[in-house]
């Protein structure tokens, strides 16, 4: 969420301070709520405040990555082509992988991977991925993994396929509770390693995040596909679910939002 402080009893912010919140639980569907303070930080006034929410979920990309060692001249694997995994394709593309392998169902949204730094695009409906990745590093796997599905969907054991031996996975999508039929014998005989990767730190990962799009350091603009107002909610929701018309990151605009300025495209 991006608005305007209307009111605190701290010390940190101000009336009429612009910041982006990570509120808890659902309460980032109400126009007005409570935060601390400590879970906001400044917009950048650099930036449009529609491209200044993508700080958020950048900054548990730059999060996640802080994990792992030096990626330079690593070859890498993403699971998963929504908008966290193109961040994760974007970032590493950056930081100088040699091969950034990206996986997806959808052609859609391969389609952006390219523009976002992929090297090598697979839908996995159409092919056998570890075939495909060992087609394109001549015999090898990948030196890492990027779990970036999650939820509903269990990939872990691609991800294990996927992984050399001595390989890392990092693991971003949010897991259920159990995951049943995990091929934990094939990692465990692989010698690799698993990080795990969620609440970043807010004094850091999210301005950094918020630094990096203010500088023009990354490009994520094209990550931001739809905006629709409060009242089209249930249209917002059903695009992003059904991933209509190419989705990635689907806005939402409250009645007292006053920003005029759109994101460029």
């Not at 100088?96 to 390219?114: F, M, T």
Request: proline share 5%.
């Amino acid at each position: 969420m991006v608005g305007t402080v209307t009111a605190t009893n701290g010390t940190r912010w101000k009336v009429g301070d612009q910041v982006l919140t990570v509120p808890v639980n659902q309460c980032g569907l109400f126009e007005r709520y409570a935060i601390s303070e400590d879970r906001g930080i400044a917009l950048d006034p650099r930036i449009d405040k529609h491209y200044a929410v993508i700080a958020q979920p950048l900054g548990t990309v730059i999060y996640g990555l802080k994990k792992l060692p030096n990626v330079l001249d690593k070859d890498v694997v993403i699971v998963g082509q929504g908008p966290i995994g193109q961040m994760f394709t974007r970032l590493l593309s950056n930081m100088g992988a040699r091969e950034v392998i990206v996986l997806d169902k959808l052609d859609s949204r391969l389609a952006l991977s390219p523009k976002m730094g992929a090297t090598a695009t697979l839908n996995v409906d159409r092919c056998d991925p570890v075939a495909e990745v060992q087609k394109i590093l001549r015999g090898e796997l990948a030196d890492i993994v990027i779990e970036a599905v999650g939820h509903a969907d269990q990939v872990m054991n691609t991800c294990i396929s996927l992984v050399k031996h001595s390989g890392r996975i990092l693991y971003f999508g949010v897991p259920p509770e159990k995951i049943d039929g995990v091929q934990w014998r094939q990692f465990f005989y692989k010698n690799a390693a698993i990080h795990t990767t969620v609440n970043p730190d807010f004094s850091r990962d999210f301005p950094l995040a918020m630094r990096w799009l203010a500088e023009d350091r990354i490009d994520l603009r094209p990550l931001i596909t739809h905006t629709f107002a409060l009242r089209d909610i249930q249209t917002a929701f059903e695009t992003f679910r059904d991933r209509k018309e190419g989705a990635q990151k689907v806005l939402l605009e409250f009645p007292a939002f006053q920003g005029k300025s759109r994101v460029k495209k």
